[in-house]
């Protein structure tokens, strides 16, 4: 299985603030990345696709990097609604994978 | 837009089968896989498996061959079925959809999740 790694595991900020989490694979996997975003007692929600693809009716502060091993996602002007643990998945190959989750607190 | 939503007993007792339906409304089956993830009290999430439209299907090998996932087009509906459950497999279990483009997957849409506990 790919493993995934994703740093920090939780981060602090203030609304307005620029956030980024990094995602790593344990092997390369191209742009075959996703991430999604989970609000507290909900489904996750899709925001990049490949790498660095917005999914539709995403706000366009997210915005995702990266390629091989190392990934971002960032967040600019971080909003009330931004509150949530965010999830890196890897679609590269069976089992698809997920990162451990980045908390992020407003 | 299309909209998931799972079905299936809440609590199951270990040993037994879990069983979930999920049901798919305003979207076609056609042209996407539809699969399922589970996430763990607390825990991150676990792919368990998922179907094509056209009944290819592949699993999460961690789950040991305890997995059959099924597709029903013409109720639009596709299930899981998870034999010998203990209490590892207590978690929300999600439906969701798979849009594959050129050769690029992406889960972009998800039912709201069913939380199965395993208890006697």
């Known amino acids: 299985d790919i493993q995934m790694t994703q740093s920090p595991s939780s981060l602090s900020a203030s609304v307005g603030d620029r956030v980024t989490i990094t995602c790593r694979a344990i092997?390369?996997?191209?742009?075959?990345l996703n991430w999604y975003r989970q609000k507290p007692g909900k489904a996750p929600q899709l925001l990049i696709y490949?790498?660095?693809n917005l999914h539709s009716e995403v706000p366009s502060r997210f915005s995702g990097s990266g390629s091989g091993t190392e990934f971002t996602l960032t967040i600019t002007s971080l909003q009330p609604d931004d509150s949530a643990t965010y999830y890196c998945?890897?679609?590269?190959?069976?089992?698809?994978?997920f990162g451990q989750g980045t908390k992020v607190e407003i | 837009q299309v909209q998931l939503q799972e079905s299936g007993p809440g609590l199951v007792k270990p040993s037994e089968t879990l069983s979930l339906t999920c049901t798919v409304s305003?979207?076609?089956?056609?042209?996407?896989?539809w699969t399922w993830i589970r996430q763990s009290p607390g825990k991150s999430l676990q792919w368990i498996a998922y179907v094509q439209d056209n009944g290819r299907t592949d699993n999460n090998p961690a789950l040991k061959n305890r997995v059959t996932i099924s597709l029903d087009t013409s109720k639009k509906e596709f299930s899981l079925r998870l034999m010998s459950v203990t209490a590892a497999d207590t978690a929300v279990y999600y439906c969701a959809r798979v849009r594959v483009i050129r050769g690029f997957s992406r889960i972009d849409f998800w039912g709201p999740g069913a939380l199965v506990t395993v208890s006697s």
């Open positions: 998945q890897q679609s590269y190959n069976f089992p698809w994978t």
């Open positions: 490949g790498a660095s």
């Open positions: 305003n979207g076609s089956i056609s042209n996407f896989y």
């Open positions: 092997q390369r996997i191209n742009t075959y």
